[in-house]
C-alpha cells in the first residue's frame, strides 16, 4: 500500500538557519506528492506540491524536488523565521485513491 | 470569501454517546472529505462525499457514518463513542469530485480549523 515516512521532531533552529525535513514514500505508479503546513490552532494549509518525477514545487521561500529514483520530496528553505513554526506534513495521492499523509514533523524556530 | 467552516469548534463527550460534526465547504465546491487527526499523528481519511453520494471510506468502523447535503454542507456522525475515538476532526472540500479514478492525481483539498473531539 501507499505510505509516508516523515523525519521524527521536533527541529529546533535558530532563526534564519537552513531547513531540511526528510520525506519519503511507498507507492506504486506515479503518485503526486505534497506538502502541508499546520499552524497552532489552524487546520492543513497546502504550501506545495509536485506531480511528477524532477518536479520542484516551491513557495514562500520553500522548496521541494520529487525525486522517483529516491522515493523523496523532501523540503527545504534557505533562512527560516519565527513565523515559520508549525507542523509540516508530507503527503502523497495515487491514481484512485485518496490522500495519505505522514505523521507531521514539529519545526519550531527560536529568535 | 470564506474558506471551509466547521462546527462545533471543541466537543466534550462521554463514551457510549453520539457525535454529530459539521462542516460548510467552499463556496462553489462541491466535494467534501473528512479525516480524524489523533494527537501526533498525520490526518487519516475517513470519507468523501461528492453530490451526496459517498465516493470513497477510509478504514475504520460503521460507528461512522457521514451524509451530504444539497447545498454541499456535510456532517460526519461517530456512534458509541470510544476514548480512541478523541481527535481533531478535518473537513476538506475540493471543487471536483466524482469518484476518485476520475480526478487527477495533483487535485487540491482545502482544510478547515477542524472540531476538537474530547471522549471521557
Known amino acids: 500500500g501507499n505510505s509516508v515516512t516523515q523525519m521524527e521532531g521536533p527541529v529546533t533552529l535558530s532563526e534564519e538557519a537552513f531547513l531540511t525535513i526528510n520525506c519519503t514514500y511507498t507507492?506504486?505508479?506515479?503518485?503526486?506528492l505534497f506538502w502541508y503546513v499546520q499552524y497552532p490552532g489552524e487546520g492543513l494549509q497546502l504550501l506545495l506540491k509536485a506531480t511528477k518525477a524532477d518536479d520542484k514545487g516551491s513557495n514562500k521561500g520553500f522548496e521541494a524536488t520529487y525525486r522517483k529514483e529516491t522515493t523523496s520530496f523532501h523540503l527545504e528553505k534557505g533562512s527560516v523565521q519565527v513565523s515559520d513554526s508549525a507542523v509540516y506534513f508530507c503527503a502523497l495521492r495515487n491514481y484512485g485513491q485518496n490522500f495519505v499523509f505522514g505523521p507531521g514533523t514539529r519545526l519550531s524556530v527560536l529568535p | 470569501d470564506a474558506g471551509v467552516t466547521q462546527s462545533p469548534t471543541h466537543l466534550i463527550k462521554t463514551r457510549g454517546q453520539h457525535v454529530t460534526l459539521r462542516c460548510s465547504p467552499i463556496?462553489?465546491?462541491?466535494?467534501v472529505s473528512w479525516y480524524q487527526q489523533v494527537l501526533g499523528q498525520g490526518p487519516q481519511f475517513i470519507f468523501q462525499y461528492y453530490e451526496k453520494e459517498e465516493r470513497g471510506r477510509g478504514n475504520f468502523p460503521d460507528r461512522f457514518s457521514a451524509r451530504q447535503f444539497p447545498n454541499y454542507s456535510s456532517e460526519l456522525n461517530v456512534n458509541a463513542l470510544l476514548l480512541g475515538d478523541s481527535a481533531l476532526y478535518l473537513c476538506?472540500?475540493?471543487?471536483?469530485?466524482?469518484?476518485?479514478?476520475?480526478?487527477?492525481?495533483?487535485?487540491?483539498?482545502?482544510f478547515g480549523p477542524g472540531t476538537r473531539l474530547t471522549v471521557t
Open positions: 507507492a506504486t505508479g506515479y503518485p503526486s
Open positions: 476538506a472540500s475540493s471543487l471536483r469530485g466524482g469518484g476518485l479514478a476520475g480526478l487527477p492525481t495533483s487535485y487540491e483539498q482545502y
Open positions: 463556496s462553489g465546491h462541491k466535494s
